[in-house]
């Protein structure tokens, strides 16, 4: 059956186009650029003092005065007043005062209090600017990150100083190929190669790597206290995120894991341990939930299904560009790794009992029986067989919800667990089903989460970072205990997630 006759559309033509509007509208106003740079520059997760100048960072691989000479003809001069512009230093512990790091071209941001460029953000603003035709700010915005490779060592977090340390789920081979197949500009393929296999190698080697299983992990390089969630992650009584997780850990007996590495009752005090925990948890780009228990401070001990799944697809990613450009044999030896990732994550993650991939504790020697939506990766890479693409449909009453997919099935006051939805999940549970054949169920979830946000952005005007799919609301912020509860405004992977799912269901 096609996607018109198994589910009929409970939306108008009128009414997505009047969405088609305003996200052609949005690329402009996330626009970040030379030109907007004193509009990027500004942070609002950082305290900043009354007429002090806002820094920028250039790399020390860059011709720093010719840097400096193309900014300030790109600004006016009184913008150039309020802006400092710093060579970064060669290592990260040393920067006192932090800031922008520059990126040379035009890039979309997320929007809200999001206002740089993210890592895995950016795979999905970079399907919406395809779908929607901006094709040299959709090469921009890969552009930047093949930059970010070369100038800053790894795809960061996000183009702040304070992200130095810390990457997110890896997406560049995906963005390089899918820019590749509307230019067809095989020499730039070609210069992508070095960069996508320094990108590839931060991930395969330790202390990302966990040799036991072959399997890699999150693990960010940073220590101490995140900076931006210190003065921005804080409640209506002024306190910070990690008050509310040390008033959590005097409150509750927690039984996920050993409190005592993250946490000393006694003097009531936050672990080494435990920021290293948190920073990378916000790696995992999934912040916050309760997947790798409270918090997800135990997330180091973990071989995630993301992580993996995407590193699959990397190494069939960069075996595709081998043959592409006529390099058979090295296209080989990615396929051969890829196959070695596949048998590792059919051993360590996919539980036949249950049905569905969890994620390995290679401590506990034990999977973590959590129920969360990065099951739906090994479908979207084709890591899953036929017979556990069809066990996990049988288990997809457990995540269907009435506007789109859970997170999780756990309700915790995280805003990556019940009863929130997000538009990159949704998507690739509606890419994976497409792809083992089960389009009516992939298309029932696609026509739930269009109508709610339709819905929603008629309501409201705008569309947001993620959603309540039990209610169909777009008002979170009382259910959210932890990190931010804000719902940010923009929104860029929501934007590039209705474009994509409207093209799936033509």
Not at 257 to 283: A, C, H, P
Not at 326 to 343: F, S
Request: with cysteine; glycine share 6%.
């Amino acid at each position: 059956m096609t996607p018109q006759t198994s589910t009929q559309s409970p939306f108008t033509s009128k009414q997505i186009d009047a969405v088609r509007t305003y996200i052609k509208k949005t690329w402009k106003t996330l626009t970040r650029s030379h030109e907007h740079l004193l509009q990027s520059i500004k942070d609002a997760k950082l305290e900043h003092k009354p007429d002090s100048p806002w820094i920028i960072y250039i790399s020390p691989r860059e011709d720093c005065p010719n840097v400096q000479s193309v900014l300030e003809r790109s600004l006016s001069k009184e913008d150039i007043r309020q802006i400092e512009i710093r060579t970064l230093p060669p290592e990260a512990e040393a920067i006192e005062e932090h800031g922008l790091l520059y990126l040379p071209g035009p890039y979309v941001v997320p929007g809200g209090r999001f206002n740089e460029m993210y890592g895995w953000d950016s795979y999905f603003i970079l399907l919406g600017l395809l779908r929607d035709g901006e094709w040299d700010l959709a090469q921009s915005q890969v552009d930047q990150l093949l930059y970010q490779v070369q100038h800053y060592g790894t795809i960061l977090n996000s183009n702040r100083t304070y992200m130095l340390s810390r990457s997110q789920p890896p997406v560049l081979s995906l963005m390089v190929l899918a820019m590749f197949q509307h230019s067809q500009d095989e020499e730039w393929l070609r210069s992508t190669i070095p960069l996508l296999e320094q990108f590839y190698y931060y991930w395969v080697v330790p202390p990302h790597l966990n040799p036991t299983t072959g399997l890699s992990r999150y693990y960010a390089l940073g220590e101490g206290p995140a900076p931006e969630v210190l003065f921005s992650e804080r409640d209506e009584e002024g306190k910070s995120h990690y008050e509310r997780v040390k008033e959590y850990y005097q409150r509750f007996e927690i039984e996920d894991y050993d409190v005592s590495l993250y946490y000393d009752r006694e003097t009531d005090e936050l672990s080494n341990l435990f920021y290293k925990g948190d920073r990378t948890m916000r790696e995992s780009g999934f912040d916050i939930s309760n997947r790798f228990g409270p918090f997800s401070i135990d997330i180091i001990h973990y071989a995630p299904v993301c992580l993996n799944s995407l590193l699959y697809q990397m190494e069939q990613d960069l075996a595709q560009i081998n043959d592409i450009l006529g390099n058979e044999q090295l296209a080989q030896q990615w396929r051969d790794r890829a196959d070695v990732r596949r048998d590792h994550i059919d051993q360590f993650l996919w539980d036949e009992e249950k049905g569905i991939y969890f994620d390995y504790n290679f401590q506990t020697e034990k999977r973590r029986h959590y129920e969360f939506a990065t099951t739906f990766y090994p479908l979207w890479m084709g890591i899953a067989s036929e017979v556990q693409a069809k066990r996990i449909v049988e288990n997809l009453s457990l995540f269907e919800a009435p506007g789109g997919i859970f997170t999780s099935t756990r309700v915790t006051g995280n805003q990556w667990d019940a009863p929130f939805g997000w538009a990159p999940l949704t998507l690739i549970a509606v890419l994976g089903l497409h792809r083992y054949g089960y389009h009516q169920e992939g298309d029932r979830i696609a026509h739930k989460f269009l109508a709610m946000v339709i819905k929603e952005f008629e309501r409201r005007g705008i569309l947001v970072e993620k959603y309540d799919v039990e209610r169909c609301s777009a008002n979170v912020s009382d259910e959210i205990c932890f990190g931010y509860s804000s719902n940010e405004v923009g929104f860029g992977w929501t934007n590039g997630v209705v474009l994509e799912l409207l093209a799936t269901l033509r």
